[in-house]
């Protein structure tokens, strides 16, 4: 099998060896459960119950009121203590159900069937938007919204995005190990409901197990598993499109626009979930690791369970943390309240200590050239970066800061540790403002 | 367990081990080999010049840090050792101490500082610094000694074609500036560079490229131009500098090519033996230029869509 690469990136310590053995561990229902009413892009859910009411579990308590929305479901039974702004991994405090664990479980009527691949495809489509599907590869984008979006377009290809890329997280190759049959079948729903004509799937080549089991369930199906080199970001949206199938979607523009549609391991996986099993999306996988925790792994987790919960769950933390993040070392959010609930977008829960933690202090830059070689989204960061710190915004977006897409590559290799995407963000906020 | 002394700061969360005191001091490292053979070939003036002109360029900045009121500290970065050892082994020999003296406080202070320093200087500045001393003392700065003496003086091979062999030039038993005999140094020199990721190949492969294959179609020996002079040292280590020369791939390709074109045509039509500083000099002036005309195409821009 052919490895397939693409232009730019960086080799960062993997360090997924720690978790990528180990088996998902169902983690119990929280005794209190937070759910915020945005767990994904787009606009905030409308809440369907107040303080005092009783819900089941995958009763649905927030719905779309937008078209680029996504419901939310309780993923615990019990009695909704508040309905109040709490802290969320983003750093806002967003409007959230909480939720009392009676610790019955008691679920709704989920309406399985036995083989959802007769489905048709709007029958597919309305299931996947009442399970309040979004990406779970860490954007959170709304599926459905996505496959509406595409609707009066030939699709080619669906990518199902096996191309965990960020360091630590090993939460897609469980899925994909462990989860194999499901993810094929939700391949298949995927491509049903989208219209797609061929499936593949992209694996980085740094997890041979997946591929092979993924290869072995697709068997005689018309699913073509692909090898992607091993490099961040591998999984990045329009980077695997262009190396995979040697597409470029337009700047500004959407995938179906060259005819592909993007979806994660994860996200095919609770397709699955919804067609089959009627169950909404109330759980997600979660790696938790870093240097600082016990017992690090992999855990499948309902949404809303704080995140203190889940670190204990891990056998919480060996020394002092200096650093949580919520998703991985490269994209991920820096936490500072350990409060906040796991919600759909939440990849896993990483924790350092002080050692691992390093401040730079800038130096001059020396045109070295190196963000610009890793950049995957092929821009002059140095360039846009001196533009920002000079407030020249016109020519910021004259070189390209709306196309950054955020992986971080620059500051990352940059040896005069210079906060290139730091300015670039800014840039970027600056530019959307005008 | 409570998240009040937790870290908050942007992604990426984590870096690359590479910083840029270890580029400037792997530079360093790499120009042991051609000091080691200047100094077996050159004896004690190869150490008194190049130490000279290191121990003066590091004090130049450092005096031009305190009077810009910046951290003193900042000579660490080893940017400065490099410009003053590069500089000493550009040097003639026998040239006398106080000169050497005078073109490494040129090259930082003229060169580097009044720019703003590391990073801001638009030429090199060890060439900076030499070409002040090819200027104001032209006869100190072309007078060379034979190897193995300190008094005999002697033409370079670029004067007196004939009288060297390949394997002299290749090893370096021949007159010269201290480090640029040795092709062997200098190759194992960029090698290392090169290795540890810090040369960019674009630029040598360009410059020699273009240098030998012009060389050729004016009827010249190309093996020989590449060998002689102090084309190699200064394609692999005054060419190569990263803050002066273009950060796009494509315009790497275009400084280097350039570099061997202004050589050729100093080294065959103009009044100088050597063209090497003032090719990499003028290619250093059109270096803003080239990063202007070689902006990468953004991924996604002028690309049609599927239907």
């Known amino acids: 099998m052919k490895t397939i690469n693409f232009r730019g990136g960086v080799h960062p310590e993997y360090s997924k060896y720690i978790t990528a053995d180990l088996p998902v561990k169902v983690l119990p229902p929280p005794e209190i459960a937070i759910i915020p009413m945005v767990q994904h892009v787009g606009e905030a859910a409308e809440p369907l119950v107040k303080k005092g009411d009783q819900v089941k579990v995958g009763q649905i308590i927030g719905k779309i009121c937008n078209t680029v929305c996504a419901s939310v479901h309780s993923p615990v039974s019990g009695t909704v203590k508040a309905v109040e702004p709490r802290p969320t991994v983003n750093g806002h405090a967003l409007l959230s159900v909480v939720i009392e664990n009676d610790g019955l479980d008691a679920v709704i009527d989920m309406n399985p069937h036995p083989d959802p691949i007769q489905l048709s495809a709007a029958e597919i489509q309305k299931k996947i938007e009442s399970a309040g599907i979004v990406g779970l590869g860490g954007a959170g984008f709304p599926a459905i919204v996505k496959i509406n979006s595409a609707k009066d377009h030939k699709i080619d290809y669906l990518i199902i995005n096996g191309s965990e890329c960020e360091p630590y997280l090993t939460a897609d190759h469980r899925v994909m190990a462990e989860y194999t049959s499901e993810v094929i079948l939700g391949a298949k729903l995927l491509a049903k409901a989208s219209g797609a004509e061929k499936i593949i799937i992209a694996v980085e080549e740094n997890k041979p197990e997946c591929i092979a089991k993924l290869t072995e369930a697709a068997g005689s199906s018309a699913i073509e598993v692909v090898k992607v080199v091993t490099k961040y970001p591998a999984g990045s949206e329009k980077q695997l499109i262009k190396a995979v199938c040697n597409r470029e979607v337009p700047s500004n523009g959407l995938p179906y626009q060259v005819g592909v549609l993007v979806h994660n391991v994860g996200t095919a996986w609770a397709v699955a979930q919804a067609c089959q099993k009627g169950r909404p999306l109330i759980e997600r996988v979660v790696t938790v690791s870093g240097d600082i925790i016990k017992e690090p792994g992999n855990f499948l987790v309902r949404l809303g369970t704080p995140f203190k919960t889940v670190i204990q769950a891990a056998g919480g933390f060996t020394a002092e943390p200096a650093k949580v993040l919520a998703g991985g070392p490269m994209m991920g959010l820096a936490q500072y309240n350990l409060d906040v609930p796991v919600v759909k977008t939440v990849t896993g829960i990483l924790a350092f200590s002080q050692k691992e933690v390093k401040q730079y202090d800038p130096m001059p830059c020396i045109k070295c050239g190196r963000c610009v070689e890793v950049c995957p989204a092929h821009l002059m960061p140095v360039r846009i970066e001196l533009f920002a710190i000079n407030g020249m915004w016109d020519e910021a977006r004259d070189y390209g800061a709306m196309d950054c897409i955020e992986c971080g590559c620059c500051t990352y290799i940059c040896p005069s540790k210079r906060g290139l995407f730091h300015w670039i963000k800014l840039a970027k906020s600056k530019i959307a403002k005008v | ?307």
């Open chain 2, 1 to 307: 367990m409570e998240g009040s002394r937790l870290v908050i700061s942007l992604s990426p969360h984590i870096r690359d081990k590479d910083t840029t005191q270890k580029i400037m001091f792997t530079v360093v490292l790499a120009l042991i080999p051609v000091w080691a053979a200047a100094t077996y070939f050159f004896g004690f003036n190869s150490i008194r010049l190049v130490l000279l002109s290191s121990i003066t360029a590091v004090a130049a900045e450092a005096v031009i840090m305190v009077i810009r009121r910046q951290p003193v500290t900042a000579v660490l970065d080893g940017s400065a050792l490099v410009t003053g050892m590069l500089l000493g082994l550009s040097l003639p020999p026998s040239l006398p101490s106080w000169m050497a003296v005078l073109g490494a406080v040129v090259a930082i202070v003229v060169g580097k500082q009044v720019f703003g320093g590391l990073g801001s200087n638009p030429f090199n500045p060890a060439l900076v610094g030499r070409a002040f001393l090819v200027a104001s003392f032209s006869k100190a700065m072309t007078t060379w000694t034979a190897p193995f003496t300190d008094t005999v003086t002697a033409a370079t091979p670029l004067i007196n074609q004939n009288a060297v062999s390949y394997s002299e030039l290749f090893f370096g038993t021949t007159a010269g500036s201290l480090g640029e005999t040795s092709a062997l140094a200098i190759l194992l020199g960029g090698i290392f560079l090169f290795y540890r990721g810090v040369l960019d190949y674009r630029i040598p492969v360009g410059f020699l490229g273009s240098a030998a294959v012009l060389m050729f179609l004016f009827g010249e020996d190309p093996i020989f131009h590449l060998l002689s002079g102090s084309l190699l040292l200064g394609a692999v280590f005054m060419a190569t500098d990263m803050v002066t020369t273009p950060i796009t791939p494509k315009g790497r390709w275009i400084f280097g090519i350039g570099c061997g074109v202004i050589l050729v045509l100093i080294r065959l039509w103009g009044s100088l033996p050597e063209g090497l500083t003032y090719s990499i000099l003028l290619m250093n002036a059109a270096t803003p230029l080239i990063n202007r005309w070689t902006r990468p195409r953004i991924f996604g821009q002028g690309v049609k869509t599927h239907e």
